[in-house]
């Protein structure tokens, strides 16, 4: 794209926030120069384990945002994962309010600050939780200690540290007008640079009604003047959120993290919960969620199947699905950024139309044909042919929203933070 010009100035890029997993993976990715990726969320129960691969972001000038964990470590399901790691979780149990709400919370806020800025961190998630709504009592102690984390940045030398704020509410709340506007009016005169909104029920494999809807609320955040993030969201629900401007940026993990539920973060964890199941991370082209490995070998072995769904981009996959069979995850990443980066090169107002003409109606085709495959595993075959009707939804509701999306407000863009440009500088 260097011999583009464009009469009208560059478009805002859409950014990438990518939740940092699978460390010795991204780390051999980085070095053979195979993760486009610019902005990485470090989580701080897990930056011990990850400091080979901090080390190399920062040399290498990305932005690192940090997820201080509260949440979780707040959250009786949730607490006693890779979160207890984090230098302010409770050895006793889960975060209470009496260790957050002022008065109290000294010690998390300030050992927040002290940790950003001593890992040369550019963002901070604020300390938040997972609310009902804005009626919950954590939130009012949240947006308090949003505004106390800016004094104790400021006053540990971190002036330059933006705050991001994460709302993590219900998708009920968040398509409630009321409760919607309440938020918003409370979230106005916070020391945030950006809102994310982390909305449990959605994600990747939302419907196209509520990817409609969600696009509608996430607009009415714009009058708060700050970039929105669509956080835990990914596949072409992600896609028409940027491309239809709700959000400038997506944030998700390593084939995970694509979409957040947080209805079972307050119950107690079942006996011998956790771990085991299938793993569903091998993304082929027209085919939305991600599949397990033997479904994408069942699908490459039927008649035509290799022909319709091997990855064809030889900058991802040059031996095409021998490639992404062999490393799906780095698959899987670099076509979420492919997919991001020829939206941002598109003017903004034109980005929607772009979407739906080239994203959706090729993967549209694409997975009318896949449904239509001769296969042994009859419940693949159903899964591919609800894939085809879904994204036939697509096309259908949001055609229908492009039509009146020439006046909608779009969320502002990111720029580069100052310690940002001054490590690239140090690399020049």
């Given at each position: 794209m260097?011999?583009?010009?464009?009469?009208?100035?560059?478009p805002a890029?859409?950014?990438r926030?990518?939740r940092?997993?699978?460390?010795?993976r991204?780390e051999?990715?980085?070095?053979?120069?195979?993760?486009p990726?610019?902005?990485?969320?470090?989580?701080?129960?897990?930056?011990?384990?990850?400091q080979?691969l901090?080390?190399?972001l920062?040399?290498?000038?990305?932005?690192?945002v940090?997820?201080t964990?509260?949440?979780?470590?707040?959250a009786?399901?949730?607490?006693?994962?890779?979160?207890?790691?984090?230098?302010?979780?409770?050895?006793?149990?889960?975060?209470t309010?009496?260790?957050?709400?002022?008065?109290?919370?000294?010690?998390?806020?300030?050992?927040?600050?002290?940790?950003a800025?001593?890992?040369g961190?550019?963002?901070?998630?604020a300390?938040?939780?997972?609310v009902?709504?804005?009626?919950?009592?954590?939130f009012a102690?949240?947006?308090?200690?949003?505004?106390?984390l800016?004094?104790?940045?400021d006053?540990?030398?971190?002036?330059?540290?933006?705050?991001?704020?994460?709302?993590?509410?219900?998708?009920?709340?968040?398509n409630d007008t009321?409760?919607r506007?309440?938020?918003?009016?409370?979230?106005a005169?916070?020391p945030?640079?950006?809102i994310?909104?982390?909305?449990?029920?959605?994600?990747?494999?939302?419907?196209a009604?509520g990817?409609?809807?969600y696009?509608?609320a996430?607009?009415?955040?714009?009058q708060?003047?700050?970039p929105?993030?669509?956080d835990?969201?990914?596949?072409?629900?992600?896609?028409?959120?940027?491309?239809?401007?709700?959000?400038a940026?997506?944030?998700?993990?390593?084939a995970?993290?694509?979409?957040?539920?947080?209805?079972?973060?307050?119950?107690p964890?079942?006996p011998?919960?956790?771990?085991?199941?299938?793993?569903?991370?091998?993304?082929?082209?027209?085919?939305?969620?991600?599949?397990?490995r033997e479904?994408?070998?069942?699908?490459?072995?039927?008649?035509?199947?290799?022909r319709?769904a091997a990855?064809?981009d030889?900058?991802c996959?040059?031996?095409?699905?021998?490639?992404t069979?062999?490393?799906?995850?780095g698959?899987?990443?670099?076509?979420?950024?492919?997919r991001?980066?020829e939206?941002?090169?598109?003017?903004?107002p034109?980005?929607?139309?772009h979407?739906?003409?080239?994203?959706?109606?090729?993967?549209?085709?694409?997975?009318?044909l896949?449904?239509?495959?001769?296969?042994?595993?009859?419940?693949l075959?159903?899964?591919?042919?609800?894939?085809?009707?879904?994204l036939?939804?697509?096309?259908?509701?949001l055609?229908s929203?492009?039509?009146?999306?020439?006046?909608?407000t779009?969320s502002?863009?990111?720029?580069?933070?100052?310690?940002d440009?001054?490590?690239?500088?140090?690399?020049?």
């Amino acid at each position: 794209m260097s011999n583009v010009v464009y009469l009208h100035g560059q478009p805002a890029p859409i950014a990438r926030f990518l939740r940092v997993s699978e460390h010795r993976r991204l780390e051999h990715l980085l070095a053979a120069d195979r993760l486009p990726y610019d902005r990485f969320v470090i989580e701080a129960g897990s930056l011990k384990e990850q400091q080979d691969l901090v080390a190399a972001l920062k040399q290498k000038g990305h932005e690192l945002v940090l997820d201080t964990n509260v949440a979780e470590l707040s959250a009786i399901a949730k607490y006693s994962g890779h979160a207890r790691n984090a230098p302010w979780a409770n050895p006793d149990g889960v975060l209470t309010e009496a260790h957050l709400k002022a008065g109290s919370n000294e010690g998390v806020i300030s050992g927040v600050a002290r940790f950003a800025v001593e890992h040369g961190f550019s963002r901070v998630l604020a300390p938040s939780h997972f609310v009902s709504g804005p009626r919950d009592p954590w939130f009012a102690i949240d947006l308090h200690n949003c505004a106390a984390l800016r004094g104790a940045l400021d006053a540990e030398g971190g002036k330059q540290i933006a705050i991001d704020f994460p709302l993590m509410i219900p998708m009920r709340s968040l398509n409630d007008t009321p409760e919607r506007r309440s938020l918003i009016s409370r979230l106005a005169s916070l020391p945030n640079d950006t809102i994310w909104l982390r909305i449990s029920g959605f994600g990747a494999d939302g419907t196209a009604a509520g990817t409609r809807k969600y696009i509608a609320a996430a607009q009415d955040f714009h009058q708060l003047g700050k970039p929105v993030v669509a956080d835990g969201v990914g596949g072409l629900a992600g896609l028409a959120i940027v491309a239809f401007g709700a959000a400038a940026g997506l944030s998700y993990g390593v084939a995970a993290r694509e979409r957040f539920d947080a209805s079972g973060w307050h119950k107690p964890p079942k006996p011998g919960g956790g771990g085991g199941g299938a793993q569903y991370t091998v993304l082929l082209p027209g085919v939305d969620p991600l599949l397990r490995r033997e479904d994408a070998d069942a699908i490459m072995n039927s008649p035509g199947g290799r022909r319709l769904a091997a990855c064809i981009d030889r900058r991802c996959c040059p031996l095409g699905f021998d490639d992404t069979r062999r490393d799906p995850k780095g698959h899987f990443l670099r076509q979420r950024a492919f997919r991001c980066d020829e939206l941002s090169s598109v003017p903004e107002p034109m980005r929607a139309r772009h979407y739906l003409d080239k994203d959706l109606k090729a993967d549209e085709r694409r997975a009318k044909l896949l449904s239509k495959l001769k296969l042994s595993d009859a419940k693949l075959s159903m899964r591919l042919v609800e894939n085809a009707n879904r994204l036939d939804r697509f096309s259908e509701v949001l055609g229908s929203l492009e039509q009146t999306s020439a006046t909608a407000t779009r969320s502002l863009g990111f720029t580069i933070r100052p310690r940002d440009a001054q490590a690239k500088k140090d690399r020049r």
